[in-house]
């Protein structure tokens, strides 16, 4: 069943044409930089096994799917890291399906982190069948898209404000006011706190934020309030990696501040071919049910607005946008494993993404082996070893204890490369409250040498904690 869905996709190519920009192979002289680069070669092109634009949509019962947009944003001398990502684990990471989003802003001339993880449960909050949009050439093509909650109904999910204390069994949820009705939500206990709620019936009507009250469970002192979050992206079917439009609104878990994303992304260069054939060669396998596929866009176009707390406007453009697109076998891969990734866009054409595991204990100065991949001003596609060093300044998160790695210096043997990576601002974690575990995800910056000339660029710091 697999590889025929996979068949199915890749024959439906010839009854869609829909302009992209190629990919450019290798042409004979693979090193742009005037030197030959030792040990290494080119992935050939035909290898790849992404099929664009067929590969942007959804693919129907893959055990897991992400869409993430990252990126520098720039307004005037103001400059801002962002994230907006929707992804969905059918059968893994956690018992229950259910879609996450992760939306965060870090605003570095400012200072400030804003941030929020929202599990969709279905079948109340989401419909993971048709949640994000798949080809299908009985009913017709139609634009790409993707959403997670519903902009019209002001009840999106619960953060819990105070856990209260003495809880010996789970206490019940009341969702009342804010014009809507419907509203259902169910209190996770530990230690007895309540340290999560979810939201397994947004309801509908709600036109401001309901009042959420906690109840029972032989417990005192835990309240909550309602959010209204959510993600939509979309792009014409006639070029749907050009005029690519994210809109998301973040409800900061910590402040309740609102952050809202208005962008537009455009495609400049050829898709980035992860491991540069788009599919994971340590998986083994050939099909979606058990195999993890990925590709990117990079050095993407963007330009937009973003509204802080609906007082703070800034109109903001970049050229160093970030997409990727990871469809698959991998929610176990990335969810239950310790693991470091930078994605990094330089001044001299070059972009890469290094991945390594790291276990527990990470200690400072301490290396690890890990894997780069390498996209050429050519667009030609490299897959490489790297060594990973923490060579400087860890930030301890003071919400979940967990200490991240925040300069790296990533050594790529093969292109004569050194670069370090430092993060633009200390605080930019993402906590999972709904499970155990956390992410550091956020915008920096790149320097070092490549192939020995002096380079610079954009970057992006991922720390998983399981």
Known sequence: MP????????????????PMLGRTGYAGDYNSFGASYSGAAPVP???????????????????????RFMGTLNAGDRTFGFLISAASFLTQVEAIPHVRTRIALTD???NRHFQRATWYMPPGCIDLNNWAQSPNLTKGWVDWSVTAGDVSNQLSA????????????????TITGGGGTGGQALAGTSGGKVNFIWLTNPGSGYTSAP?????????TGA??????TYVRMNAPLSLPAQNMTVRALLNDEATAATVYFDLTFSMQRPPFIVWGTGVNPADGKSDLDTHDYYYAFTNMQASGTILINNNESYNVTANVGWMGHEYGNFGDTYELTNYMQQNIQLDNGVSLMNYCPIGT?????????????????DSSMWYVPSVVTIIGQSWTSSATGYTYHTKLQIDIPSFNTSLIVTAMMDSQEIPFYQRNGSIYDGVASASGNFNGLLVSGAAWLMENVP
Not at 212 to 217: A, E, L, Q, S, W
Not at 223 to 228: D, E, H, I
């Open 361 to 377: 204990g990470t200690t400072m100065t301490r290396q690890y082996n890990g894997n780069a991949t390498v996209q050429m001003p």
């Open 45 to 67: 092109a035909s290898s790849s096994v992404i099929n664009l634009p067929v590969d942007q949509y959804m693919h129907p019962g893959a055990p897991s799917e992400m869409w």
């Open 108 to 110: 570095v001339t400012g």
């Open 158 to 173: 619960i953060a819990v404000v105070n856990p209260g204390s003495g809880y010996t069994s789970q206490p019940t949820v």
């Open 211 to 219: 009042a959420v009250t906690i109840t029972g469970g032989g417990g």
């Open 223 to 228: 309240t909550a309030r309602a959010c209204y």
């Open 3 to 18: 590889v025929d869905r996979r068949s199915f996709l890749k024959a439906a190519l010839a009854s869609l044409a829909v």
